[in-house]
């Protein structure tokens, strides 16, 4: 089962009844990568969803609810107290609705390669994802480059935005009045800022608006307030 330490992000309903939310779901046991792992050296991430009909008051996983299947564990992976490692994908944002489909972003990192001189792969960033079906995690398509869209849930690879400045997006905006996308982020753990896209694909450079250490705590998951 695809289910282990799980946190909902931000919920999203048409109707106020029916609620859909994408889990962040991470795994750090030994017992579940290679028995020979240090504690806390292995950290595998995928992404689900849950489900609500009571307005959100309660949720559960439907039959279909695997999103993004982490990569396969490779007993070969550094996982020691100096070298641990972190793959998968991590912190889904807000879902946005546009022109027929519902969309997210999400942090990626693919698994080590040989000679597996780093715990994380060559590929890290942040991903974008839509689906037309919010019940069914399989029916999330990522985004592969170019104009391909892949089933989410049977592909390890996402093409990696290229032009997001290196925000790490926390959530997402449609802006009328701007006719574009607006994602809030951090940046590189020196503050908050945030970039426009009309496509999802592309992002302008980064607009610094508050330079502060990121740390968890109150301001480790921005938002930006859509009402």
Known sequence: ALRNQEWPTAPFSTDGKNAFVLVHNEWHHPELMNPACTPGAGWVNGITIAVSDDGGRHYHHPEDYKVRVPPRW???????????????????????????FFYATFGYMSAPVAPFTSGRGLHIGDCVMRTKDLSRGSAWQVWTGNDHWSQASETELCAVLDNDAGLDLKTLSFSTYLN???????????????????DLLHWSPMTQFLAAPIQQGPTAYISLLDP
């Open 74 to 100: 490779d007993n070969r992976f550094p996982c020691n107290s100096s070298l641990g490692v972190q793959m998968g994908s991590f912190e889904p944002s807000n879902i946005v609705e546009k022109d027929g």
């Open 180 to 198: 574009q996308f607006i994602a809030v982020g951090d940046h590189a753990g020196s503050g908050y800022g945030f970039s426009l896209s009309r």
